[in-house]
């Protein structure tokens, strides 16, 4: 998703229908709080990933 893949390559790459995924992305953006997918990559780039020791 946050590659901008359709959900129709999302689903085909999880053995998903594109409904399913549609779903579980409304799901998502919901949970995040955002509207837009700009919005959600925006809050994506402020996670920083933890350091591996």
């Known amino acids: 998703m946050l590659d901008g893949r359709s ?3 999302i689903g085909q790459h ?13 799901q998502v953006m919901t949970k995040m709080q955002v509207e837009t ?7 994506w780039e402020g ?3 933890p350091s591996k020791h």
Request: hydrophobic share 40%; no cysteine; aromatic share 8%.
């Open 7 to 9: 959900n129709k390559d």
């Open 14 to 26: 999880l053995g998903l229908f594109a409904d399913t995924v549609k779903k579980y992305r409304a």
């Open 37 to 43: 997918l700009t919005e959600l990559l925006n809050l």
């Open 47 to 49: 996670v920083t990933p």
